[in-house]
């Protein structure tokens, strides 16, 4: 018999299911990317932004459905990686919003909270293109809408017409955008969304229940003795909740099993607070915040031996933040390579985030950059398009002042650096920076990661490809001849400065040869090179 009202407990299983069958068919998703550069990665971001929402519903203990749809929100803006994740993050979120109250949903509020789920969506996007993810969950939301009107109540009768919906719209995707047309494909978001869909009928007809199984075994369940050594455990207190003054952490080992996890985490809660003992009889971490470091390390002794002790004092520790917290701005960049980020370092970038193509950073690796940067103000460069909703995301969920500076390649981000005056507030820089940034020529050469039709060129696997700010204009033989062809094209008498990163597939020779080779042309220009060691990208390259 259908569903026709659904508890927390069934939404997390549904969760779950669909993570894990998206997971599973994330590579047909990235492979629908259009653009044949290597950055086909919307299956990969969506799959690892529902996966975050998933495990934080695990972690919910509670069966109410408002509290593990707060607990999904929460994990998926979080997690979201990309444009596909932070969309598909904010569907989540506007769906948990209609439910907060609501112990069980039956199909009613299902429909209306779908509906408000691609309210949310849409509102997250400064200019909505229809074609994409937008339109086929919307299309899932009048499909699920229509069959409600119609008599259905069941969850999986209106999952059914959701799903019928949003696959008749992902068909007609390539008739909204010509370039889905040239290419042949369907939108890549979509499929993603239509398979979310398909993962939750699934588990409502109890084909993928044991998702949620899985996704408990790939939790940091700590069952190595390696992994219960290098553990982490994150202190972030304010002076004013520190009540006890010393972050007292160890690790206890007994080869014979002797030691009770129990009961030494009983008598460690009456020292102190922040209590954590994981592991097992024969090696396990403790954690704790205590006035008396000294009695926690003495009670463990006779069960065993003692590794790894680190005590800290963490008024002293929060005192010397607190004094270093003279800069007035807060610089935040994402890069790849370890020359780019050396260069980012060196132009007073304060923390580095990896990423970049293939490999976009979660709101959550910005919300911990942001929160561990001691300044007042913060000044975010994505250096990406597909990274910036991400951090638009991150700074709405902090309590600092953020600005983000749209950056779309590592040049802009360099050229909006070099624009920053510490003497200006956080405001004026961002707007400088900006500017900066739009002055800023990027040339970029990379290579084609499967045969593609695109914008009427033909692209064969592995050829080299050419592009200016972010669009591709040429095909060539080799690297060298890419770069030949794009500054001929693209450098003018006014331009004064060609400065050029190779990557980590490019040697010093080549790119000095290379160099030589261009100034030999273009006398009245300035060529700089300079190793960024950035992966899948041959050269980097910055026209001012």
């Known amino acids: 018999m259908d569903n026709e009202r659904i508890d927390g407990l069934l939404w997390e299983q549904m969760i779950s299911a669909a993570s894990q069958y998206l997971e599973s068919r994330k590579s047909i998703v990235d492979a629908l990317n259009v653009f044949p550069v290597p950055d086909g990665d919307t299956g990969t971001n969506m799959s690892l932004t529902l996966q975050a929402a998933a495990k934080a519903m695990i972690r919910e203990a509670s069966q109410h459905f408002g509290v593990k749809a707060e607990a999904m929100a929460q994990g998926a803006l979080l997690g979201a990686r990309g444009n596909s994740g932070v969309i598909t993050s904010q569907i989540l979120s506007g769906f948990a919003s209609t439910c907060r109250t609501m112990e069980t949903i039956d199909g009613d509020i299902f429909c209306a909270a779908l509906q408000k789920g691609v309210e949310a969506a849409y509102q997250a996007v400064m200019k909505p293109v229809e074609g994409t993810i937008l339109t086929v969950s919307k299309a899932a939301a009048q499909g699920a809408q229509a069959a409600l009107e119609t008599g259905e109540k069941g969850i999986e009768a209106l999952l059914e017409a959701a799903r019928a919906s949003a696959l008749t719209t992902l068909e007609l995707t390539p008739t909204m955008l010509p370039i889905l047309k040239q290419a042949g494909v369907v939108d890549a978001g979509g499929q993603g969304f239509l398979f979310i869909l398909e993962g939750f009928l699934a588990c409502l007809r109890g084909d993928v229940l044991e998702a949620a199984g899985d996704l408990r075994a790939a939790s940091p369940i700590l069952a190595t003795e390696a992994s219960i050594e290098d553990m982490v455990v994150e202190d972030n207190l304010e002076p004013g909740e520190i009540q006890f003054a010393y972050c007292t952490e160890f690790v206890v080992k007994d080869k014979d099993g002797g030691i009770d996890l129990n009961k030494v985490r009983d008598y460690l809660s009456t020292l102190g607070d922040c209590v954590l003992v994981v592991g097992t009889p024969s090696i396990c971490k403790v ?49 790849c390579g370890p020359g780019i980020e050396e260069i980012l ?26 929160k561990n940067l001691p300044a007042r103000e913060i000044i975010i460069l994505p250096n990406n398009s597909n990274i910036i909703m991400a951090a638009n995301q991150a700074a709405k969920v902090t309590d600092r002042i953020v600005h983000i500076v749209p950056t779309k390649t590592i040049p802009q981000g360099i050229g909006a650096l070099l624009a920053f005056n510490e003497e200006e507030t956080g405001a004026e820089n961002a707007r400088r920076m900006e500017a900066a940034a739009q002055q800023i020529i990027t040339i970029e050469v990379t290579y084609a990661v499967r045969d593609a039709n695109y914008e009427d060129q033909q692209i064969t696997k592995g050829e080299t490809l050419g592009l200016v700010n972010g669009k591709l204009v040429l095909t060539a033989e080799n690297p060298r001849s890419a770069v030949d062809q794009l500054i001929q094209a693209q450098l003018n008498e006014d331009h004064e400065l060609v400065t050029i990163y190779y990557g980590e597939d490019v040697t010093k020779e080549e790119a000095d040869a290379l160099a030589e080779h261009l100034s030999g042309i273009y006398d009245w220009v300035d060529f700089e090179v300079h190793s960024g060691g950035q992966p899948l990208y041959f050269y980097l390259i910055s026209i001012e």
């Open 287 to 335: 954690h704790v915040h205590t006035n008396t470091p000294g009695k926690a390390l003495e009670f463990v002794t006779p069960m065993g031996t003692l590794h790894k002790m680190k005590i800290d004092n963490m008024r002293e520790e929060y005192e010397k933040k607190s004094k270093q917290e003279s800069k007035k701005i807060g610089l935040i960049s994402v890069a």
């Open 345 to 370: 370092k060196s132009l007073g970038v304060h923390k580095i985030i990896t990423g970049g193509q293939t490999m976009n950073p979660s709101t959550q690796d910005f919300v911990e950059a942001i």
